[in-house]
Structure formats: structure tokens, C-alpha cells
């Protein structure tokens, strides 16, 4: 910190956001002991439980083994970046009296370094905040045998647990950087949340192939062709889907919302040390630090006063709700009193910074309502979609394409009016005297940095929550997986409803999570697009100096590559799913042909179906991976700068709308399938579970389920990693003319590298579905 200058007060205030830090996480070790204490139940519960703990240990210690040659590979690389470009000014002025060969060690050193500590922390968010789920699950179906309060309250409390890793590791990391390089710590903060990115970007896809293919299994042979239960024990892929919850929505989830998390960081304090260099105000710079800190003081309340009223029944959405309404209130107000003390004295006044982080909790509170509203059991959509049921899959199916496809609309609407409020919010900032002193080109540049600064606040603000939204969607699974339990251990009608009721909210829970990690996702990768203008600028001020011109032809090629790369990704993604699924209904069928599975005297192979989805679900991992990295380091070298700044608004624009779609249509199909199911059995009317409407909403559900917990979800993590990548070689991009010989042969091999990544994925795919035909 030695290259701050910063005041007494400065220097005790992020000493206390690291004490925060800390803080959060002490929280949740204080949670998960109290969660360990709870009663697991009966032996046949622990029975069940035990399956799903060990499928779970063999899905996350294989992917572990397939990644991490990976990240050893990329560690390397990033260490080696800074020997292309010169050090940045920032950090020449921060290691002063080295010389230029030992600040790029040190550089590197950092960026590696610091590129694995964000791999670690989101390995360690989805690794331990999934084992913690697991450990809830028997719990809460132990406490729903006496009480809907205890259940309620120890499924959100481990859920919690993961949030608060979330909020507590993503803030520490992003504090001991900043303390370490100060203003240099953009150098070193690429390399942290490119290492949470992609590791959320594989956990994500694994997750969501292992889940979906469990569950699509699960459900087209047991429920449709053989009329069973959810859970029916006799059922061989439902081990495997109550894993895959666990792996997709708690380990996928967590480390999506972490890397969002990292991302906003990185961009505040990089436009914030922009703001800084122009203005000489380093409020910019620490002011995303004391929000963060805040928002893990405001999380710690409000999760904390989520509790059940009644130990028959209750409204678990409301205590949620008012668990996160509490902490919203509380953040907004210690907001204000952080600018009203400590931003008074910058350029417009406190009250622009002030309102930027508050329109972030806004826009969190606006995405939860207008998810619930189209997925949520009780909204006109969802209705409307078990109505359409009558006419058959076909018509169910159209009904919730078309839910989807409005839903993205309003989504991009109060998206597109947030980053609209940043501009007004800035509007009238004086800036004509940085323009007068030489600091900036122009007034129109001085304008949009602090408008940019205004968008990552936004992003920064909505993610303020974070360890509510992450108990939210951790609480799904857990509700989710505690029902299984209940159904395949064969506890009591009064426990399975109970059960049944924290489960439909579970539903809704993570259907709101998925809204608002998209919307992070979104506003994240806007203020990522905010950090390579300002980068670039850096290097070369003419450069972008008219932006990003969608008229020039090149740019325009760019945006259209930027565009497809989403539906691209998507489509592998969603083939994985369809060949592991393949492979899990001919397993299930065959399972059932062997005498006794049916009677139920003899039980099913689980392990086998548990097998057949953590093979598949490394399948992709290292392709899609390569696709997201390589894919805009060859539209760089072979467009130029401008064009790349090109393909990232396409990439957030496209990707924005298909994840939202995606995620939308599939939530809303599977909760109206719900619906359908929670209607009094009568097949002869054509009610209930059996029904030709239910077949209908089981078809609808299947064909959403990769949709909504596979393409959709890894959106969020893909646009990020390409927006990363993009400012990491935006120094080089920037300074590069024309194609030699060796960059020509360069951009040849990394598209033959592509082209490989995309037929392996095919290959493999073919390969597969062959032997179960």
C-alpha cells in the first residue's frame, strides 16, 4: 500500500474490509457446525444419503483430475504474458527503484499466482459448499419428520454456508491483491478472475452434463414408460439425478456466482484506478472495497433471520424473501453513510456512487421479481403453460417457448435500463478540467470513464447479496435432494409433505438465483468491456478513440462472430447431454428387465448409472474450453482491436438473450409439470401424476431440463472467460500490425486447434451412441 498515500482512516478501513472478510467466513464454519450437529435419521435414510455423498466424492475428485493439467498449462502461460508487453506505468511506479526485468518477474510471479488463488477459491466454494449441501440434505429430511421450522431452517442455514464462502474468499482475495500491487493490482487481478471464471466455466458444464443427463434418464423411463414415482427407489438413474443436483446447481452455481463476484472487483478497481489517475480522488479505487465488505456484514443478518413460524406448515418463499429484503435494506443504508462520509469530496458529489450501488440491489430485487413472475407456480405464465398440457407435449412445449422468449425481452429491457440510469447518474459530472489539464482527449472520454465506473458499481451493488442468492440456490438441491430421501426411505405422508412444500420452493429459488446470475453475468461483463477500452486506451489513445464503430465493416464482422459463438457453445453443449442421456435410458431399461427390479425384491445397480454420468461429463470440459479462450485471441490477431471490442458486444448481447431464454423456458416448464403434479391423482379425467397433461409436462421438463441447468447456466461463465481473455491480450492485440509470417502460422494452428476442439466434441458424440443403439 506504500504507493497510496492513503489517510489513517483509509488505511484502517480496508484493514477492517479484510477483517470482514475473514468474518464471513468464520460464519460459515460457525453455520457448518451447527449443521453437524442436526440428527442424520434412520438407517434407511443414511443409507440413501451415504449413495448420493460417495457419487458425489467421485464426480468432484475425477473432474479434479481432468482439469488441473489445464490450469497447470494456463498458470504457465499467463506467467509468460508479461514478457510480450512492457509493464504497465501502475506498476513501475509501485515497484520503483527494480529494474524493468525484475518488476516483469514480479508481474508474472503475481498474475500466476494470483490466477491460481482464484482457481483454488472457486474449486473451494463449489468443492466444500457442495459437500456441505450434501451433509444438509438427510438433515433437513430428518427434521421434516417432526417439524417444517427445523427443516426450513437447516436447509437454508447449509445453504448459506456456500454464500458465505462465496462472499468471504472473493473479498479476501480481491483485498490481500489490492493491499499487495495498489494501483498495480489490475496486473495481478486479471490473473484472479480468469482462474474463477474458468473454473467456473467447468463447473458448470460438468455439472450441468452430469445432471441433466441423470435426470432426463431418470425421468423418461421411469416416469413416462414406467409411470413411477420421482424418487422410486426401483428406479436405477435416481441416485445419480439426486447427485446431479447437487453438482450442478451447489458446486455450478457457487462458483458461477464467484467468478461474477471476482469480475466485478477486477473491473471496479480497474476503472476506479482509471477515475483515480484522472481525477487524483482515491476514493474511486476503495470505494467497491467497503461496499463488498458491507454487503458480507448485510448477508450475515439477513440469512441469519430466516426462520419458519410454524412447526406444521409455513411460507418458506416469505421468510426468504424477508431474509433478503433485510439485507438489502440494511446495504442500501450503510451505502449512504459510507458516501456521505467518505465520497463527499469527489467530482459530482457522493451521491453518483451512492446511487449507482443502490440501482445495483435494485436491478438484483427486479430480476428476482420478474424470475418469479415467469417461472414461479403461482404467476399467469406458469398457468397458462399446465392449460396448454391438454393438447399434448406439443402444445405444452410452444406454451413455454413462447414464456421464454418474452421473458428475455423484459430481461434485456431492465438490464438496458440500468446501464441507462449509470449514464444519467453521471450526467453532469465537471469534466472539463481534466480535459483543460491534458489528463483526457476530450470530454465525451472523461464522460464515459465515469459512466463505465457507474456500471461496475451497478454490477457490484446487485452482487452486494451474494451470500442470500447463493443460499437461495443452494436451498433448492438441498430441498430437492431431502425429498428424495424422504420418497426412497419411505418416511411418513405429514415429512414427505413437508418436504414436497420446501421443494416446489426450491424450484422457484433457483429459477431466481439462475435470473440473477445471468444478470450479473451481463452487467459484469459490460464493465469487463468498460476495463479494455480503458486499457487500451492506455497503451494507445487513438486506438479506440472514436470506440467501438459498429459501421466499419471489420467491427461489423466481429459483433456477427462475437454473436453466433453463443449458440455454438450451446449446441455442444447440449449434444454432451444428449449422448450421456442416451446412454442413461438404456442403462435404466435395461435394468429393468432384470426380474425383481420392478417387484421391487431386488434393488438397482446405482453405482452403474453413477458411473455413466461422471464419465460423460468430463467429456467436454477441455473442448469447450478451448473454444471460449482461443476463439477471440484469433479474431484479434486476424481483425484487430477495434473488432474484438466488436465480438465481445456480441457475445454479452446474443449470449444474454439465449441464456435468459433458455433458462426461462426450462424453469417454466418443469414448475408447471409440478403444478400439474400436485393435482389430485384422476388419469380417467386427465389429472394428476399419470395423466396424459403429466406425460406432457415429464416430455416439456426433459427437453428444458439441458436447457435451463446446462447451455443456459455455462452461458454466464463463457462470456466471461472471452471478455478476460480479451483484456488480457489487449496490450498485445493493440500493439500488433499487419500479419507476419509467424503470426499468420500463429492464427493457423489456433484455428486448426478450434476446429479440432469442435469435431473431438462431435466425434466423441458419434462414437458413444453407436454401441447403444
Known amino acids: 500500500m506504500s504507493t497510496l498515500d492513503l489517510t489513517p482512516f483509509e488505511t484502517t478501513a480496508l484493514w477492517a474490509v479484510l477483517g470482514v472478510a475473514i468474518l464471513g467466513l468464520a460464519y460459515a464454519i460457525f ?48 506467467f509468460l504474458s508479461v514478457y510480450i508487453v512492457p509493464p504497465s506505468a501502475e506498476a513501475l511506479e509501485r515497484f520503483e527503484g527494480n529494474s524493468e526485468s525484475t518488476i516483469r518477474l514480479i508481474v508474472g510471479i503475481g498474475r500466476a499466482v494470483a490466477f491460481m488463488l482464484g482457481a483454488s477459491f472457486s474449486l473451494i466454494v463449489g468443492q466444500i459448499g457442495m459437500r456441505m449441501a450434501v451433509q444438509g440434505n438427510v438433515r433437513v429430511a430428518a427434521a421434516a419428520r417432526t ?71 431418470a425421468d423418461l423411463v421411469g416416469k413416462v414408460e414406467q409411470g413411477l414415482e420421482e424418487d422410486d427407489p426401483r428406479n436405477a438413474a435416481v441416485v445419480a439425478d439426486l447427485v446431479g443436483d447437487n453438482v450442478g446447481d451447489c458446486a455450478g452455481m457457487a462458483a458461477d456466482i464467484f467468478e461474477s463476484y471476482e469480475v466485478t472487483i477486477v ?44 412447526e406444521e406448515s409455513g411460507d418458506a418463499m416469505k421468510a426468504i424473501f424477508s431474509g433478503f429484503l433485510t439485507s438489502a435494506a440494511i446495504s442500501v443504508v450503510l451505502f449512504g453513510l459510507v458516501a456521505i462520509i467518505y465520497m463527499r469530496g469527489v467530482p459530482g458529489g457522493w451521491w453518483r456512487p451512492f446511487l449507482s450501488t443502490a440501482v445495483g440491489v435494485l436491478l438484483a430485487i427486479v430480476i428476482d421479481r420478474l424470475t418469479d413472475y415467469f417461472t414461479g407456480t403461482e404467476g399467469k405464465p406458469i398457468k397458462e403453460i399446465k392449460d396448454s398440457a391438454r393438447g399434448g407435449p406439443a402444445t405444452f412445449l410452444l406454451s413455454g417457448l413462447a414464456e421464454g422468449y418474452e421473458s428475455s425481452v423484459w430481461n434485456v429491457v431492465v438490464i438496458a435500463a440500468t446501464i441507462g440510469a449509470a449514464v444519467l447518474i453521471y450526467l453532469g459530472v465537471p469534466v472539463q478540467q481534466y480535459v483543460d489539464s491534458g489528463v483526457v482527449p476530450s470530454t465525451s472520454v472523461a464522460q464515459v470513464a465515469f459512466v463505465l465506473y457507474g456500471v461496475a458499481m451497478t454490477g457490484i451493488g446487485m452482487l452486494t447479496l451474494t451470500g442470500n442468492n447463493v443460499a437461495m440456490d443452494s436451498f433448492g438441491p438441498i430441498a430437492d435432494n431431502a425429498n428424495g430421501i424422504g420418497e426412497m426411505a419411505g418416511l411418513n405422508e405429514s415429512a414427505r409433505q413437508i418436504m414436497a412444500d420446501l421443494d416446489a420452493v426450491g424450484n422457484t429459488t433457483k429459477a431466481i438465483t439462475k435470473g440473477i446470475a445471468i444478470g450479473s453475468a451481463v452487467i459484469a461483463a459490460v464493465s ?59 442403462e435404466v431399461r435395461r435394468q429393468f428387465r432384470i426380474p425383481g427390479i420392478l417387484e421391487g425384491t431386488k434393488k438397482p445397480d446405482y453405482a452403474r448409472a453413477v458411473t455413466i454420468s461422471t464419465v460423460a461429463a468430463q467429456s ?132 486448426a486447434l478450434v476446429w479440432w476442439a469442435i469435431g473431438r466434441s462431435k466425434h466423441m458424440i458419434n462414437a458413444l451412441e453407436e454401441p447403444a443403439a
Not at 283 to 304: A, D, F, H, Q
Not at 547 to 564: D, E, H, T
Not at 565 to 573: E, G, M, N, V
Open 620 to 751: 467436454d470440459l477441455v473442448n469447450l474450453a478451448i473454444i471460449a479462450i482461443v476463439t477471440p485471441i484469433i479474431v484479434g490477431l486476424l481483425l484487430n482491436v477495434e473488432a474484438l471490442g466488436g465480438f465481445q458486444a456480441g457475445i454479452i448481447v446474443s449470449g444474454q438473450l439465449l441464456a435468459v431464454f433458455m433458462a426461462t423456458s426450462g424453469g417454466a416448464w418443469d414448475n408447471a409439470k409440478k403444478v400439474i403434479e400436485d393435482e389430485p391423482r384422476d388419469p380417467e379425467n386427465n389429472l394428476g401424476k399419470g395423466s396424459e397433461r403429466h406425460k406432457a409436462g415429464v416430455v416439456g421438463d426433459t427437453v428444458g431440463d439441458p436447457l435451463k441447468d446446462t447451455a443456459g447456466p455455462a452461458l454466464n461463465p463463457m462470456i466471461k472467460v472471452v471478455n478476460l481473455v480479451s483484456l488480457i491480450i489487449a496490450p498485445i492485440i493493440v500493439q500488433y500490425k499487419g500479419i507476419t509470417l509467424g503470426t499468420g502460422v500463429t492464427i493457423v494452428v489456433l484455428i
Open 528 to 586: 469487463l468491456f468498460g476495463s479494455y477500452l480503458t486499457d487500451v486506451g492506455k497503451i494507445d489513445p487513438d486506438a479506440l478513440a472514436s470506440g467501438i464503430r459498429v459501421s466499419q465493416p471489420i467491427v461489423f464482422v466481429g459483433m456477427l462472430l462475437g454473436g453466433a459463438l453463443p449458440w455454438l457453445f450451446s449446441s455442444l453443449a447440449i449434444k454432451s447431454v444428449n449422448r450421456a442421456a442416451g446412454q442413461m435410458v438404456q
Open 267 to 310: 473491473s471496479g478497481l480497474i476503472l476506479g484506478i482509471a477515475l483515480t489517475a484522472m481525477t487524483g480522488h482515491i476514493e474511486w479505487i476503495l470505494y467497491p472495497l467497503l461496499v463488498r465488505g458491507i454487503g458480507v456484514l448485510s448477508s450475515i443478518v439477513g440469512t441469519y433471520l430466516v426462520k419458519g413460524d410454524s
Open 31 to 78: 453455520l457448518r457446525n451447527q449443521i453437524m450437529r442436526e440428527d442424520k435419521g434412520s438407517k434407511e435414510m443414511q443409507e440413501v444419503w451415504e449413495a448420493i455423498r460417495q457419487g458425489a466424492d467421485a464426480y468432484l475428485n475425477r473432474q479434479l483430475r481432468t482439469i488441473l493439467p489445464f490450469i497447470g498449462i494456463l498458470t504457465i502461460v499467463l
Open 147 to 217: 417439524s417444517f421450522k427445523d427443516a426450513l431452517r437447516i436447509a437454508y442455514r447449509a445453504g448459506t454456508i456456500t454464500g458465505m464462502l462465496t462472499d468471504g474468499l472473493g473479498l479476501l482475495g480481491g483485498t490481500v491483491i489490492f493491499m499487495y500491487f495498489a494501483k498495480a493490482a489490475p496486473d495481478a487481478l486479471l490473473g484472479f478472475g480468469f482462474g474463477g471464471t474458468l473454473l467456473a466455466l467447468f463447473m458448470r458444464v460438468g455439472g450441468g452434463i452430469y445432471t441433466k443427463a441423470a435426470d432426463v434418464g
